[in-house]
């Protein structure tokens, strides 16, 4: 029962640490990485409470270390997915009717453990199963994850609080419930935040969870895992498994308690996810809630009044942090031609400074990409440019997977502005630039609005404040983020809600309460205080 109305002011985001020489944090980080691959660990699934072990192992390796074996998982089968819907379903009852003041402070008391006692475990885990240097760990699996957990109990607070207005003798509340049913919560490798968050935020509104992380994923899932079950979180009301995707689909979307997915991945499985909805819509007792954030082909544009060191500057970092593998990722790029000399001059001299190796050096800024088939999908891109007389490679374009999956940060100049690098979604530490006239700016908008079926994230780079309202404008329905003077990178919780359109999803903006609205079903509840005794209106009398 609650007994008041209780406050969840806006947070503030959580600092990001430094990792200099000499810090406490870079001493425990090193450390807990240290620890981490001392011993090999064992991870079951998690269903109803239970840890579920199968028998059947599958080797994690670090991307950047491949003969050292971090641990195993356990696959599943068709019958944990039924097992974990069955779990859910029975959880809810009990969840949903949890005072609301309860199920916040599970959550941010999980968003304190990773801020403290978690913080160096979760980010060497990131580190080692996703190939992330230092900072790229700190911003995603510590900071974003906790401010997520923070964020949403705040934003959710305020939608608690919206209710509607009362008439003379009329008492009107709206309730904001769960989905009848459970959720999907299908995440991906590149972020553990957002692997986080894709469960919590939907079983922070009172939902039930199936989740199921990329495989590559699953070793810093499980820490999330420890920390929420520490937290205090409920058996059953998020289970984690690692089943075959396609399995996992036949049997979740042939399900009448069907709710919801909430889903980050390639627009290819989420189309067919879409697809496979509909088919079925005739089996659920609600038209299901699809959320998903999908691909980019994200853009920086520009302009001839664009400071050079500052164009760089977002141009190494926004193509080539975390390898590329970021959705938001710079992967095209376009320079006027006053400047394009110098740009590329310092952007390759820029790139030549990288180093790349493995995450227990602290000194390399690129690591590896997270897998083998990632790895050859790109190095086919690459071996294509370096043949096609349409492009030329400035730096880079080297690949080698004998000791890891590492590839070379590449610039490619495009001569043709719909080259297929320019176009097409890589996924890796790539960077196309074309260089177009400086004197055709707005032409050059066009097409920039118009090469590629995304809509993700993008920026323009300028000192001409007309050039920039102009992009703006132009560009308004190329980008669900878009930046000015800055890389295409970087949304943080609270500031920029994130998320895009036509290709790159549904554009329902995690780290805002725009995403929590779809995890609720209003029910609009009218009372009335002095009900009418008599069908008649005063209209029926007679003159």
Known sequence: MSLGY?????????????????????????????????????????????????????????????????????????????????????????????????????????????????????????????????????????CELIDFLRFNVHFLSEIYRQQPNDAPGVKNRTEWRPLEGFVLALTPFNFTAIAGNLPTSAALCGNVVVWKPADSQVYSAQVVMKILKEAGLPDGVINLIYVSGQKLGKIVFAHPDFAGIHFTGSSAVFNTIWKTIGENISRYKSYPRIVGETGGKDFVMIHKSANVDEAVTALARGAFEYQGQKCSAASRAYIPSNLAEKIKAKLVATVKTFKMGPVDDFSNFVNAVIDEKSFDKISTYLKNAAKDRKASILVGGNCDKSAGYFVEPTVIEAKDPKYVTMCEEIFGPVLTI??????????????????????????????????????????????????????????????????????????????????????????????????????????????
Not at 16 to 36: F, H, M, N, T
Not at 438 to 454: G, H, I, R
Not at 489 to 502: I, L, M, S, Y
């Open 434 to 543: 074309y260089v177009y006239d400086a004197d055709k700016f707005e032409q050059t908008l066009d097409l920039v609005n118009a090469t590629s079926p995304y809509a993700l994230t993008g920026s323009i780079l300028g000192q001409d404040r007309a050039a920039i309202a102009l992009a703006t404008e132009k560009l308004r329905f190329a980008a669900g983020n878009f930046y000015i003077n800055d890389k295409p990178t970087g949304a943080v919780v609270g500031q920029q809600p994130f998320g895009g359109a036509r290709a790159s999803g549904t554009n329902d903006k995690a780290g805002s309460a725009l995403n929590l609205y779809r995890w609720l079903s209003a029910r609009s509840i009218k009372e009335t205080l002095n009900p009418p005794v008599d069908y008649t209106y005063p209209f029926l009398s007679e003159e």
């Open 6 to 142: 209780f406050n969840y002011p806006m947070p503030a985001n959580e600092p990001v640490l430094g990792y200099a020489p000499g810090s406490a944090e870079r001493a425990a980080l090193k450390k807990a990485i240290a620890d981490a691959k001392k011993k090999q660990m064992e991870i079951p699934m998690y269903i109803g409470g239970r840890a579920v072990k199968t028998g059947k192992k599958v080797e994690i390796r670090p991307p950047h270390e491949l003969s050292h074996t971090l641990g195993f998982f356990h696959r599943g089968e068709d019958k944990h997915i039924n097992q974990a819907i069955d779990a859910a379903l029975k959880a809810k009852s009990g969840w949903e009717a949890m005072p609301w003041e309860d199920r916040a402070a599970i959550f941010l008391k999980a968003a304190d453990l990773i801020a403290q006692k978690y913080r160096a475990e979760l980010n060497a885990a990131t580190m080692l199963c996703q190939s992330k240097n230092p900072y790229q760990a700190e911003i995603d699996s510590a």
